[in-house]
């Protein structure tokens, strides 16, 4: 058996120091017996692709998706993830293969249903990435009968209150404890080939813990404590997980703990760039343009009004709704290129004629046109005069080639690697000052450009090495390999553990 253990987005450096404070036993002692593994992963560019590339073990310019909202080039518009098609995660290429998978993040119900379980939205429902479902369709009563629904968690971009952030503490502590109680009922009914149990806690922390800076209204001393302490507390709580689960295994089993994106201090201006791009296209800044709409609205609105406003809708017009907004405003006949809709790094893409439906610029002048935008962003400062825009990247350049190259934006723009919580302006000497409006995202953490690891802890296979640098893909493909070999053939991945003969 194979127990993939998703320590989801998690913080190398926090990692190591609380392993070396000896507050991570379950992690420290999977560590002392395995090979820790960095891997080469989608999230380089593209922080949102990796887990389609970590489920599937298809690359990324195959599989094509890099963020909940993505342009639709046929439609002219953004439209939600399931929209398109995705690859089959590993569980349902391998029939006859008992499996166990607990909220897969971003996944989808499966087409074919597998030989096991899938439950989605157990340990916190979010409607955009951990939708509420599972196979067999009565699991996820079955196990709410047994320990009480999840918890409601979702994000909505903006500044928080403490009282909010009390709450999603208090859900998000108990998180992992709930992927215990199942994994613990589920390993005991069957014996499995292969276990995936995403811990999807410590993501969502990161991106809401990792300091206190877009917290809306001042904090006394005990708050402040409670909440400042809130992400040690998850990592904990993940690490008393894994130990449940560790004891649950069958003696023999092979274990996987892995992560396939990081988490730092955020430093994303993405809410900013539609304003830039519009700035340099047209020479300055304007006032009343389309440019940013989603961002002026949801900076207009406060936070808790835009949550109780989404509560209250169904989660498929929720949906529909803000893939409408993400492209609202634009005349299609004028623009030349736009900021496709993101939370971490820039992404750009050109209304190229022949590709969009209401294209617009000729093939042959992008490389131009590419060029002036970059030119043009990377001469924005934050407020203290340093450089705003680290690098604009042509996405061609590394990943030229794919079934679904064409769903990527074309330049991806790397901000500084300086915090961005509390910016409030940036600045260029050409083409004048974009105000950011509201708080921006309200995340104080973010996704790092790499930071993806796996820890291969064998136990009745053995350690293999690769014929390159190990890949993100390389663990859906060590799932494949281990439960049947024909089902790794046409993956990209290697193998990470191999059957003892």
């Known amino acids: 058996m194979l127990a993939v253990l998703q320590f989801d987005s998690a913080s190398v450096a926090l990692l190591e120091r609380m392993l070396a404070q000896g507050r991570l036993p379950a992690l420290a002692a999977l560590r002392e017996r395995g090979v820790w593994h960095e891997l080469d992963t989608p999230a380089t560019h593209f922080a949102a692709g990796a887990f389609h590339t970590l489920y599937s073990g298809t690359e990324l310019a195959d599989h094509g998706l890099f963020y909940p909202f993505q342009w639709s080039a046929g439609d002219q518009r953004v439209r939600y993830t399931t929209a398109f098609d995705a690859p089959p ?33 157990w340990q916190f429902t979010d ?35 403490a009282r909010d952030l009390l709450t999603l503490r208090r859900d998000l502590v108990a998180a992992s404890g709930r992927a215990a109680d199942a994994a613990d009922l589920l390993l005991a ?16 922390a990161g991106h809401q813990f990792w300091d206190l800076s877009q917290v809306d209204g001042t904090l006394d001393d ?83 009004l835009r949550s109780r406003i989404a509560a209250a809708l169904p989660d498929r017009v929720a949906l529909a709704l803000t893939a409408r907004l993400e492209s609202r405003g634009y005349d299609w006949s004028t623009t030349h290129a736009f900021a496709h809709p993101a939370d971490n790094q820039g992404y750009i893409r050109l209304n190229l004629r022949g590709r969009e439906r209401d294209g617009m ?37 590394s990943f030229d080639a794919g079934v679904h190259a064409d769903r990527l ?34 995340r104080s953490g973010n996704h790092t450009a ?17 014929s390159r640098p190990p890949r993100l893909a390389d663990i859906a493909a060590t799932a494949a390999s281990l439960a049947d070999a024909d089902a790794a053939v046409d993956l990209p991945g290697e193998p990470l553990l191999e059957r003892v003969r």
């Open 127 to 161: 409607r955009v990435v951990l939708n509420r479902w599972s196979s067999p369709r009565h699991m996820s009563g079955m196990l709410e009968r047994l320990f009480g629904p999840p918890a409601s968690v979702e994000e909505v971009f903006g500044q928080s209150s």
């Open 450 to 466: 790499g930071d993806a690891w796996a820890l291969v802890v064998p136990g009745a296979s053995r350690a293999r090495i690769t």
């Open 189 to 204: 009914q069957a014996d499995l080939d292969l276990a995936w149990l995403t811990f999807s806690a410590a993501h969502v």
């Open 89 to 121: 995660p590993i569980w349902e290429r391998l029939p006859g293969a008992r499996t166990l998978a607990l909220d897969p993040y971003e996944s989808r119900p499966p087409r074919t249903p597998p030989t096991g379980t899938v439950v989605s939205g």
């Open 409 to 442: 934006p074309d330049l991806i723009v790397r901000w500084s690697d300086r915090p961005a919580t509390r910016l409030m302006y940036l600045s260029s000497e050409r083409f004048g000052t974009v105000a950011r409006r509201g708080s921006g995202s309200g």
């Open 361 to 397: 610029i000729d093939p042959d002048d992008a490389d131009a046109l590419m060029d002036v935008i970059a030119a043009g962003l990377t001469t924005f400062r934050d407020p203290d005069g340093t450089p705003a825009v680290a690098a604009v990247e042509r996405i061609a350049k």
């Open 222 to 304: 005990a708050t402040r404590r409670v909440l400042g302490g809130t992400l040690e507390d998850v990592y904990q709580s993940v690490d008393a997980g894994f130990g449940r689960v560790l004891a649950a295994l069958p003696e023999g089993a092979d274990v996987i703990v892995t992560s396939p994106v990081g988490m730092d201090v955020n430093t994303s201006r993405a809410d900013l760039l539609p304003e830039m791009l519009d700035a340099v296209l047209t020479g300055r800044p304007r006032e009343h343009s389309s440019a940013g709409a989603v961002w002026k609205l949801r900076a207009a609105l406060p936070t808790g």
